[in-house]
């Protein structure tokens, strides 16, 4: 019989507490609760910042200069080395270099200044360069023409390696081309 009297008055408790004490208050309209989705159709733009410019680089920016001292080092036989990786003047590089006119040098004009600044600068050629080079902006079969050794004169470019899996693609002839 306690345990019915317990759970009675607990169960009254929770339903007097649920109930806002008893006080009668207004149900809320819908529009009070849920915004008016027309009030604000779409977001108010605002103004962006205009993009920075980026500063153009130095080797020094890339390279700082060090006090080669503390290292008992020369810093007259010092020697900067900068090897690129992959330089592929394919499918839409090449097609950017038609559209600018043929204007190879566009592809390392951002560069150029850090790569020539460098005693020996080497990358890898990953496509042959073929005069015959079709546009192409798709697949795996790559090549360039050959206005673009002039784009790597022009960064400083001492060494060019030609060993990769696409240097092949045009046969021995656009290899022996190249």
């Not at 330089?87 to 566009?106: C, H, S």
């Not at 004009?109 to 050629?125: S, Y």
């Not at 546009?135 to 079969?141: I, M, Q, R, S, Y």
């Not at 002039?150 to 060494?159: S, T, W, Y």
Request: charged share 15%.
């Amino acid at each position: 019989m306690l345990r019915l009297t317990v759970s009675l008055a607990a169960l009254f408790l929770l339903a007097v507490a649920c109930s806002g004490g008893g006080q009668d208050e207004p149900t809320p309209a819908p529009t009070d609760v849920l915004p008016d989705p027309t009030a604000s159709a779409s977001p108010t733009p605002t103004a962006s910042p205009a993009p920075a410019a980026i500063p153009a680089l130095t080797i020094a920016d890339v390279f700082p200069p060090r006090d080669l001292g503390q290292f008992g080092l020369d810093p007259s036989r010092l020697r900067t080395l900068i090897a690129t990786g992959d330089v592929i003047p394919a499918r839409n590089t090449d097609f950017i270099i038609r559209e600018e006119g043929d204007n190879f040098l566009y592809t390392v004009e951002k560069t150029a200044g850090i790569l020539a600044a460098a005693d020996v600068t080497v990358v890898n050629l990953e496509a042959p360069l073929i005069g015959h080079c079709p546009v192409h902006t798709a697949g795996f079969t790559f090549c360039g023409r050959p206005g673009f050794t002039g784009a790597l004169v022009e960064a400083g470019v001492d060494v060019v390696t030609i060993e990769n899996n696409h240097i092949g693609n045009w046969g021995i002839d656009g290899i022996a081309e190249t």
